[in-house]
């Protein structure tokens, strides 16, 4: 573990994160921006199933937002993954990821995680396959929405990856 990781602190995110998670979102460079106004609800309405990645100051370095499915409450889904481009390549991410997938499966008994990449998004399918290869899990992938679907113009379809089950106790 670097010194930059081990001054890495992960936690629940609060309603004044929620402009550095837009901020990290803006400069990630793969991920679709959605309003500042939407994580500042995203970091009120649910932080119990998102974290934030801070540095040793406190400040916000990486974010993952999530949210339990409503027809398969045990399902996490993970909507974005982000991390500062200065604190990349540390393992960041894999931790958030742990983390957060440990918390909610030990207060909401989840069993799978699901989130959806673009064919593209190498660095989001190794993060979410070594997730995997680390629980002990299957993955399932799936065209969940493909290009046609989406109204804004060219969008890459978006592949469902499915990973579970979760083992009982997952380590970070």
């Given at each position: 573990?670097?010194?930059?990781?081990?001054d890495v602190?992960?936690?629940?995110?609060?309603?004044?994160?929620?402009?550095?998670?837009?901020?990290?979102?803006?400069?990630?460079?793969?991920?679709?921006?959605?309003?500042?106004?939407?994580?500042?609800?995203?970091?009120?309405?649910?932080?119990?199933?998102s974290?934030?990645?801070?540095?040793?100051?406190?400040e916000?370095?990486?974010?993952v937002?999530?949210?339990?499915?409503?027809?398969?409450?045990?399902?996490?889904?993970?909507?974005?993954?982000?991390?500062?481009?200065?604190?990349?390549?540390?393992?960041?991410?894999?931790?958030?990821?742990?983390?957060?997938?440990a918390?909610?499966?030990?207060?909401?008994?989840?069993?799978?995680?699901?989130?959806?990449?673009?064919?593209?998004?190498?660095?989001?399918?190794?993060?979410?396959?070594?997730?995997?290869?680390r629980?002990?899990?299957?993955?399932?992938?799936?065209?969940v929405?493909?290009?046609?679907l989406?109204?804004d113009?060219?969008?890459?379809?978006?592949?469902?990856?499915?990973?579970?089950?979760?083992?009982?106790?997952?380590?970070?």
């Amino acid at each position: 573990m670097t010194a930059v990781q081990a001054d890495v602190h992960i936690d629940r995110p609060s309603v004044a994160d929620g402009a550095a998670f837009w901020r990290l979102a803006k400069e990630s460079g793969t991920l679709d921006l959605n309003s500042s106004y939407s994580y500042l609800l995203w970091c009120r309405d649910f932080a119990a199933t998102s974290a934030v990645a801070r540095d040793g100051d406190g400040e916000p370095i990486g974010f993952v937002t999530g949210y339990l499915r409503p027809d398969r409450p045990r399902t996490l889904l993970v909507w974005q993954v982000a991390v500062d481009a200065a604190h990349r390549g540390r393992g960041i991410a894999a931790r958030l990821l742990d983390g957060l997938a440990a918390r909610v499966a030990a207060e909401r008994e989840v069993i799978c995680v699901e989130t959806t990449i673009t064919p593209g998004n190498t660095a989001s399918q190794r993060l979410f396959t070594s997730f995997a290869e680390r629980h002990g899990a299957r993955v399932e992938r799936e065209v969940v929405f493909d290009t046609p679907l989406f109204p804004d113009g060219p969008h890459d379809p978006e592949v469902l990856y499915r990973i579970g089950p979760l083992t009982p106790h997952l380590s970070h």
